[in-house]
């Protein structure tokens, strides 16, 4: 699959792009994976630029730093639990010969946001609360990791310095720090852009 002509990511649909991934994967597409449009919204808004280090907190099989890597200069990192969707989301970005991604099998507990500018988060911890619609059930879930994993990210946001963007995304009870200010929403509310103001 060759997207390097502009005009071929533009006109990419949701569908065409699932097709990278076998059913197993395309059929968690709907719940999990960030749909195109607001893939597009979310990178306008972080504003990414050559020197932009994009950090794609539970990355999943890799749609969103796929699609940043093809659609912008920026570099881009996902960090996610399941090393199997890290290997699917790597084998992709071999296949379409992204150069500007990578992607960490880790605890997000072990990622040390210091090194990035910018965010991206997808509800990336509702598995442990959900009693339906989980992904698979090879990793553990329960309302204490759930709560575990929100506070490290609320304490890492709140060591960023001023100006730093983050995009959330079907997270509306997200609790930012209150030197955050929320600038802007798109899709009913769903899609929400974040800056530290202080």
């Keep these: 699959m060759s997207l390097t002509d502009p005009t071929k990511i533009q006109s990419l649909t949701d569908t065409a792009f699932d097709k990278l991934y076998n059913e197993k994967y395309r059929e968690h597409s709907a719940i999990h994976w960030t749909p195109m449009e607001v893939v597009k919204a979310a990178l306008d808004w972080l504003d990414v630029t050559k020197r932009s280090k994009v950090l794609d907190i539970g990355s999943g099989v890799g749609k969103f730093c796929s699609l940043g890597t093809l659609m912008t200069d920026g570099q881009f990192t996902g960090v996610e639990m399941r090393g199997d969707l890290v290997e699917i989301a790597k084998s992709i970005s071999e296949k379409l010969d992204l150069q500007n991604v990578d992607y960490l099998h880790s605890n997000i507990t072990d990622v040390d946001f210091s090194h990035y500018d ?24 329960s309302n204490d990791q759930h709560r ?9 946001f709140s060591r960023l310095p001023t100006n730093t ?4 995304y079907c997270s509306e009870k997200f609790a930012f720090p209150d030197t955050f200010e929320l600038k802007d929403l798109m899709f009913n509310g769903t899609l929400a852009l974040w800056i530290k103001t202080k």
Excluded: K
């Design 165 to 168: 963007r983050v995009v959330t």
């Design 148 to 156: 575990e994993y929100e506070d490290y990210v609320i304490d890492q």
């Design 118 to 141: 910018s965010f991206y988060y997808y509800n990336p911890f509702c598995e442990q609360l959900a009693i339906s619609d989980q992904i698979d059930n090879t990793i553990s879930f």
